[in-house]
Each structure stands twice: as structure tokens, then as C-alpha cells.
């Protein structure tokens, strides 16, 4: 007998097209477009998410630095300027880090080439609470929680599940994705490599080797998988949107291409730095977290992988050490020490408003989707 995870993909069968498939999940999730806005970390403040889920896609907050307080005020800020759809994803915890001393020491002294001496204690830095993070979330009830780097725990799938909250789970293989329907995931996010920002891989050691393109990536889901697909990954005008549509999605997750809207708040020395950027100038780094993630091929993002440079600490160890040039280039806008993430299709990134490129998007998409009118 087959598993719900290899049972036929009741979102991608031949007799349901492209927009059949996001018409469905955008009536099973309360949307009128099938656009989601990627939460990052850091960078997806209410306004952002407001905007989004004002033009009918679904908002996000990405919780990793956020604090349990931080994110009812999100919540309530978001709550006063929409009453549309929001999604908050966590981070699933990493097993605690092996630390070096010696090999912290190598690394201090070569970030302070790039920013204040590094004091030992900084590689001390561990992630907020995460059993109290997901208590937050069952408080602030989202219409979405999703999960990032692994499977939330069986409890809290069962809370949320029984507060009428769904899971989005962000894999980046289809094993990763089958344990999560398993595990009772609503929907599944392919994150393709193209993706800026962290990966989602659940091994952070096989982060590399897991690095596949979406468009190799989604057929693959598409054909195996019984929960709807939200593509993510070098998505950034309705072309890619069209094809993640075709290729089985029933709808899109988009990051970089929001970090140039005025409601982003994007350092400006960052959004700027993404106006024609070309795909090959961004580079899977460790070297600002100890996570693999697309950032911008910076100076220091290309020091740090040069031959002799230490590599990089695990996480979060690697994220306390850096904080304090990461700080200070932000303060300086200084875009070559600055944590700016990226995918591959930044160039396509424009300045505008993000409910005004919501439905942009979605009208030029449509036009390109088969049965469309002309």
C-alpha cells in the first residue's frame, strides 16, 4: 500500500493545470494570489508583510533572531495594518557545536581584518529559546507556521494542528520533503539553490551536496509528493512564476525580490548592491553564520573562501563571531562586510511597492499561464 507521501501527487495529476492548482490552494489558504513573501530573518519587517498580504498573498515573519515578546509585537504591528494572511517560520534547533578553540582564535584574527577585534566570548552566542519561540506562536496563531533546517517536534505539530495552524515545511530533497509529510505537513517548499539566504537542508553538513536547482527539483516533488509544492529560488518576475506553476507548484515563495520595495527597510547599501547583479556574482558561503547561504560574492564573502583563510565555525558560533562586523558595516552601509544575502535572480528585483509588485506579478504570470485570455 502506498504512503501518503508516495501516494499519486493530488495537486500535480495530469487533469488539474497550473492554475487549477493555485486557484485550490489559494482557496484552502485564504489568498487571492498564490505569491508568498519569503520570511527572512532580519529582513521582512510588518510593513513588508502587510503590503503583501494587503495585496492578497500571504505575509511572513522569519523568527530566528525574534524573541518571544518580539514576535507578539510583530504580530500586533502586522495585525494593525492587515487582515490578511501571515506565515512565521522557525528555525529547527542544530545539535549543540563542537568548539575549537584554537580554530576560533584563527578565525577572530582574521575578522578583525574585516571589522572591531573579536573577543573570545562572542563565539559564545546561542540561539534564543526555541521551546518558548513555538509557545509564542500558538499564542499569536498565524494562519502558518513553517519550518526551516528540520521537522518540528510531534508535540507541537499536534498543538498547532489543533488550533486550526498549518504547516509549511521548507526541504531541499524529496526524502527531506516525504519525512515531512509524513511527520503532517500541509504544504511543502522546494527551495531550489538559486534561493538567497540560508539553506534549509536538515543536515547542515550535506548542505552542499544537496544544492539543486528548482526547475530539477520541482518535477521530482511534483511527481512524488500528495501535498501542494510552494516553489522558492531564483523566482523573480512572472516567467519564473509561470514555470514553477507549470513544472507542478501550486504556488511561490519570493525573497530578493522584495528587498528593494520602500517597505523592506533594506539597507540601501544592500538594495542597491542587487540592481543587475548577475547570477555568478553571489556565492554559497558559510562564513557569516556557519550555515550554508546564497549571499552577494562580496570582498569579504570571496576572503573567506579564499585558500589559507580559516574556514568557518559552526553555527551559531560563527554568527556571534562575525555580529560585530556585520553591525558595523551596516552602520557604515558598507555592502562589501555586510551580511547581504541573495539569490540568483536578483537583478530582477525592482523598486516598488510590495502590494503594487504582488499583483504585477500575479497579472503578468497569468497572461503567460495555458487557457489565459488575450
Known amino acids: 500500500m502506498a504512503t501518503p507521501a508516495d501516494a499519486p501527487p493530488a495537486g500535480s495529476s495530469p487533469d488539474r493545470g497550473a492554475r487549477e492548482r493555485a486557484d485550490r490552494f489559494c482557496q484552502r489558504f485564504g489568498l487571492r494570489v498564490p505569491i508568498l513573501q519569503a520570511p527572512m530573518a532580519g529582513a521582512c519587517p510588518a510593513s513588508l508583510a502587510s503590503a503583501v498580504a494587503n495585496a492578497g498573498g500571504m505575509g511572513g515573519l522569519g523568527a530566528l533572531t525574534t524573541s518571544p515578546d518580539g514576535i507578539a509585537d510583530w504580530v500586533r504591528e502586522f495585525r494593525d495594518q492587515s487582515n ?82 498549518a504547516w509549511f515545511a521548507c526541504t531541499t530533497t524529496l526524502a527531506e520533503a516525504r519525512a515531512a509529510v509524513a511527520a503532517g505537513a500541509d504544504a511543502i517548499v522546494a527551495q531550489g539553490s538559486e534561493a538567497g539566504g540560508h539553506r534549509g537542508a536538515f543536515d547542515a553538513a550535506a548542505a552542499e551536496r544537496q544544492s539543486v536547482g528548482l526547475f530539477a527539483l520541482l518535477p521530482r516533488f511534483a511527481d512524488k509528493l500528495s501535498v501542494p509544492i510552494i516553489a522558492t529560488g531564483g523566482i523573480g518576475d512572472a516567467r519564473g512564476i509561470a514555470a514553477a506553476l507549470t513544472l507542478g507548484a501550486s504556488a511561490v515563495q519570493i525573497g530578493t525580490a522584495f528587498l528593494r520595495c520602500p517597505e523592506a527597510g533594506t539597507n540601501p547599501a544592500w538594495a542597491d548592491a542587487l540592481a543587475e547583479l548577475d547570477p555568478e556574482a553571489t ?92
Not at 342 to 368: F, S, T, Y
Request: charged share 20%; hydrophobic share 45%; proline share 10%.
Open 283 to 374: 556565492m554559497l558561503t558559510r562564513a557569516f553564520s556557519g550555515r550554508l547561504g546564497r549571499a552577494i560574492a562580496t570582498d569579504y564573502v570571496r576572503a573567506a573562501a579564499a585558500p589559507g583563510t580559516p574556514s568557518p565555525t559552526p553555527y551559531p558560533v560563527q554568527r556571534g563571531l562575525t555580529a560585530a562586523m556585520r553591525d558595523a558595516a551596516a552602520t557604515s552601509r558598507d555592502v562589501h562586510r555586510m551580511q547581504a544575502w541573495a539569490g540568483q535572480a536578483a537583478a530582477l528585483a525592482r523598486a516598488e511597492p510590495a502590494g503594487e509588485l504582488v499583483l504585477r506579478l500575479w497579472d503578468e504570470a497569468r497572461a503567460l499561464l495555458p487557457g489565459s485570455k488575450t
Open 84 to 165: 490578511g494572511e501571515v506565515q512565521i517560520n522557525l528555525w529547527i534547533p542544530d545539535p549543540p557545536p563542537v568548539r575549537d578553540p584554537d580554530h576560533e582564535r584563527a578565525v577572530r584574527e582574521f575578522l578583525g581584518h574585516w571589522g572591531p577585534p573579536v573577543p573570545a566570548e562572542a563565539g559564545d552566542a546561542v540561539p534564543l529559546d526555541f521551546a518558548a519561540q513555538c509557545e509564542a506562536l500558538l499564542v499569536a496563531r498565524p494562519q502558518v507556521v513553517s519550518s526551516i533546517m528540520g521537522l518540528f517536534p510531534e508535540k507541537f505539530v499536534a498543538d498547532i494542528k489543533a488550533r486550526g495552524i
